[in-house]
């Protein structure tokens, strides 16, 4: 195969017009539920088939490629924009999105400085800056910055390195950057319904997990701020430096979003760093009903939003604004001659402040959404996806084989079924039966979680294309499952 053929802009036209194809059918397919949301195979059958000879020569044509795309890889893909998906918090992307993408993958802007990605760097800062006027710095007169980064779990580290660094520059004036962790016993405070990525991050950073105090919660698993605040007092009299609050806006478990006023409120007062972990619930900015759950965000000293969740992205694309573009810098210090030049581009060079040195094209997909939809367009999809985890709860309470775990403040409804006579053990193994024989099926997909020693079966709502018929139907195959 000559060289030439690898980069033919007219072959590249062809299968790319037979792609569309195929993804426009497969995306048609799922929303008229014609396939099943999972065409579950035990991974270990499933990795006896993937253990083909290295191709030393072509084994396929681009042909045989968009064949074995349909037939290998998205009949065996989960279907993310089926309406029975109801697993996890990840989105069904924006088609358009997946098309920015493309272009993301094709032009491969590697980002890390301003010149190697011109266009790519100018959009990524657009997007921010919206993002963090609808958290509603500007509307305060902050400069604020941040960034586009590969996930939630990595912008909670950037922020937590960042929030590290400027309290231990302030409260122990050391450099740890630099210095290295000195003696001092930093302490993260947050939720115990904490993203696992918060004491991961904790980990990575040396600080150990056990740096993590985890917060009681109240009933509806908020933060207990009374709780908040007793912990840290015993931090101080411990002389332990607590270098972040981490409040989450949208739990893991349950959507739920934590009392971000209060807890901004003694932050601020108490001159402590607030990080919110907004990856999931972040996006109630966009709706003008539900924004009123995230009064006091803007109190934060950095904001964790996932775009591939709902913001309806394809994965990954995370952002991570700091209230004060200062400490955008804050998190890393490189020294490196071939890529960083002095003076005022510096501001531009993304990987400055990153983690990644090269990374995607993340802003176009955004700019495209907020471009051809506005603010209103992509409320309107929190509207109703949070109006049918409403629907959904409501049914689950009205009926009395089912137990509803908390009525949903976001988009994530937790609930079990309910049969007399059985210890709690056999009610969770019930439920956990349950969840994989519905799964096995491929009729829905559905996740659990373990709540205070109970095990619930989980659903997240982010098909706004989910419909109360969808909702029956899968109480109704519950039942039929025990
Ligand atoms: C609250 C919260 N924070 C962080 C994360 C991690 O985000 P990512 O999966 O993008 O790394 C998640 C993932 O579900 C989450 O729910």
Redesign the pocket.
């Known amino acids: 195969m000559s060289i030439d053929t690898l980069f033919s802009s007219e072959e590249f036209r062809q299968v790319g017009h037979k792609l569309i194809d195929i993804l426009s059918d497969h995306l048609n397919q799922q929303a008229k539920r014609e396939r099943p949301t999972i065409n579950w195979h035990d991974p270990l059958s499933e990795n006896i088939k993937w253990q083909q000879p290295l191709p030393t020569q072509a084994t396929l044509d681009t042909d045989g490629l968009l064949q074995q795309l349909e037939i290998t890889i998205l009949h065996n893909s989960l279907g993310v924009h089926h309406p029975h998906n109801l697993g996890?918090?990840v989105a069904p992307p924006l088609p358009i999105a997946a098309l920015c993408d493309l272009v993301a993958a094709l032009t491969n802007q590697a980002m890390a400085v301003y010149e190697a990605g011109p266009s790519a760097t100018m959009l990524e800062r657009q997007v921010i800056a919206w993002l963090c006027e609808l958290i509603g710095w500007k509307t305060h007169g902050i400069t604020s910055h941040g960034f586009l980064t590969s996930?939630?779990?990595?912008?909670?580290l950037t922020a937590l390195l960042a929030a590290r660094q400027v309290s231990c520059q302030k409260l122990a004036k050391s450099n740890i950057w630099q210095d290295g962790i000195a003696s001092s016993k930093l302490r993260i405070l947050t939720s115990e319904h904490?993203?696992y990525?918060?004491s991961r991050a904790a980990g990575i950073m040396g600080l150990g997990t056990d740096a993590v105090i985890q917060i009681a919660c109240t009933s509806n698993d908020a933060m207990d701020v009374n709780a908040l605040k007793n912990a840290h007092q015993r931090c101080i009299q411990n002389n332990e430096l607590v270098v972040a609050v981490v409040a989450?806006?949208?739990?893991?478990p349950t959507g739920t979003i934590d009392p971000l006023q209060a807890i901004g409120h003694y932050c601020n007062k108490e001159d402590l760093w607030l990080h919110v972990?907004?990856?999931?619930?972040a996006s109630a900015l966009l709706s003008a009903h539900h924004k009123i759950k995230l009064a006091g965000l803007e109190l934060a000293d950095s904001v964790?939003w996932?775009g591939?969740?709902l913001l309806y992205m394809p994965?990954?694309v995370?952002a991570v604004l700091f209230k004060d573009v200062k400490n955008s810098y804050a998190a890393f210090a490189q020294e490196a001659s071939y890529l960083f030049a002095e003076g005022h581009e510096q501001e531009f060079n993304s990987s400055y402040r990153t983690l990644e040195c090269t990374k995607r094209m993340m802003g176009l997909k955004l700019w495209a959404a907020f471009s051809l939809y506005g603010t209103s367009g992509l409320g309107d999809l929190i509207n109703t996806v949070f109006a049918k985890a409403q629907l959904f709860s409501e049914k689950i309470s009205a009926h009395h084989d089912f137990e509803l775990l908390m009525k949903p403040q976001t988009n994530i409804v937790c609930f079990r079924y309910i049969r007399a006579g059985l210890s709690a053990i056999e009610l969770n193994q019930l439920q956990f039966n349950i969840r994989q024989k519905i799964v096995q099926s491929g009729a829905f997909y559905i996740s659990q979680v373990a709540h205070h020693g109970k095990l619930w079966l989980r659903t997240t709502i982010m098909n706004p294309l989910t419909n109360s018929e969808d909702f029956d139907a899968l109480l109704q195959r519950i039942m039929l499952s025990t």
């Open positions: 996890h918090q996930g939630g779990s990595q912008a909670n904490m993203h990525s918060i989450t806006a949208g739990c893991t972990d907004g990856a999931h619930g964790v996932d591939h969740k994965a990954a995370s």
